[in-house]
């Protein structure tokens, strides 16, 4: 259908434009030097050495898992309230993905459960950076340092967001970003790779190019994984804005906390930002005190033009999970009960109060 409100409107420019029509004129086609720049000026913007341009984010997530050297049956940590792909990047690796539950307040994946969580098998945490906020990471980082294994930050929502001062995407020993056209950035598909590490990040590069160390020499399993000039063209320009975008949704969000509070009250439950994150507002998600009154909203908004996505189904009662694995109703309760309650309703840097105001009539006529 057309919307008249759409869930997520890539910020796109003349400038944007202009851009890909150079790497196009230029015949840079494949990966090249705009690939290269891209990548060098997203590593200064997070604050890492390294920044590996791959196709999309779930290309992000497999080479991540595959050059950390997950094995056939060992294990990793990660939340069951996020995108399929999350989870999908273990089984590549012929692994076990082990969910643990979030947190109430956040949605992002509990410290205190992931520790619960850990066996003689477990390789890696995957924390997933919710809707832009990030994860509590310190105890996480503490958890793995104990236990001598990776973290690897699924930052997929969080580009330019902040835990304790530093970038999400920073803090792990390899991090995935995604630039899908919902992202706070978009390079239509395409994804990137963080670390500090030289030695994963030259083992990465080689992963995302078929194995290789020079053209034709193979000494691993690889991938084609590789980002094209035409994506890294827009990127340079994407992120260039991406400080800008992520406040004018922090001001669309500082509107809906508002409205919602003067129209609703405790009816309806707005974005919690913990105090040591700023959130980047890849989604805006409110949540209804039942899933009765979230699915009676939604299904209304959508009648009347307006698109919002219950993000996320949880992944454990997925059909090829709860086959694989045998997960069952019950085995994440905060994940459950917030997945039946929670709503992503529009939020971009050019939505306008107008259409701000018209979705939360439209919420408050469903709830009559």
């Known amino acids: 259908m057309m919307y008249k409100v759409q869930l997520a409107d890539p910020y796109v420019t003349e400038r944007d434009v202009k851009a890909v029509a150079e790497a196009v004129r230029e015949k840079r086609l494949s990966q090249g030097r705009y690939v290269e720049k891209f990548e060098t000026k997203f590593a200064e913007y997070i604050g ?57 307040s956040t949605y992002n994946i509990e410290p205190a459960d992931i520790a619960k969580k850990i066996t003689e098998k477990t ?90 160390d020079a053209r034709y020499h193979h000494i691993m399993l690889g991938y ?11 990127g340079l320009v994407q992120l260039k804005r991406l400080d800008w975008v992520i406040k004018k949704k922090v001001e669309k969000a500082t509107y809906y906390n508002k409205k919602i509070e003067e129209t609703f009250g405790d009816e309806i439950q707005t974005p919690y930002v913990a105090p040591y994150a700023t959130h980047a507002y890849m989604f805006y998600t409110i949540r209804f005190k039942d899933r009765k009154t979230r699915d009676k909203a939604a299904t209304k908004l959508e009648e009347e ?47 306008t109060q107008k259409q701000q105001d018209y979705i939360l009539s439209v919420i408050k006529k469903a709830m009559k």
Request: hydrophobic share 40%; net charge negative; aromatic share 8%.
């Open 224 to 234: 084609n994984y590789r980002m094209t000039d035409i994506q890294a063209a827009l």
């Open 305 to 351: 033009g307006v698109e919002t996505r219950v993000a996320f189904p949880p992944i454990h009662l997925q059909p090829l999970y709860r086959n694989l694995f045998g997960y069952t109703k019950g085995y994440l309760p905060i994940t459950e009960r917030v997945s039946d309650t929670i709503l992503c309703i529009p939020i971009y840097p050019h939505i």
């Open 48 to 104: 890492v050495k390294h920044a590996i341009a791959v196709c999309n984010g779930t290309a992000a997530l497999h080479v991540a898992v595959a050059a950390i050297g997950i094995e056939p049956d060992e294990e990793v940590i990660e939340p069951s309230f996020s995108f399929v792909a999350t989870a999908n990047c273990a089984i590549y690796q012929d692994a076990k993905p082990v969910f643990a539950d979030i947190n109430s």
């Open 123 to 212: 390789k890696a945490i995957i924390p997933v950076h919710y809707a832009g906020q990030p994860a509590d990471m310190d105890p996480i980082l503490e958890t793995a340092s104990k236990h001598d294994i990776y973290v690897v930050e699924d930052t997929a929502e969080a580009h330019g967001a902040l835990y304790k001062r530093k970038k999400a995407g920073s803090l792990g020993d390899v991090n995935c970003f995604s630039f899908y056209p919902n992202k706070n950035m978009t390079t239509g598909e395409g994804g990137i790779i963080t670390t500090n590490d030289d030695e994963l990040a030259e083992k990465m590069r080689m992963i995302r190019s078929h194995g290789q």
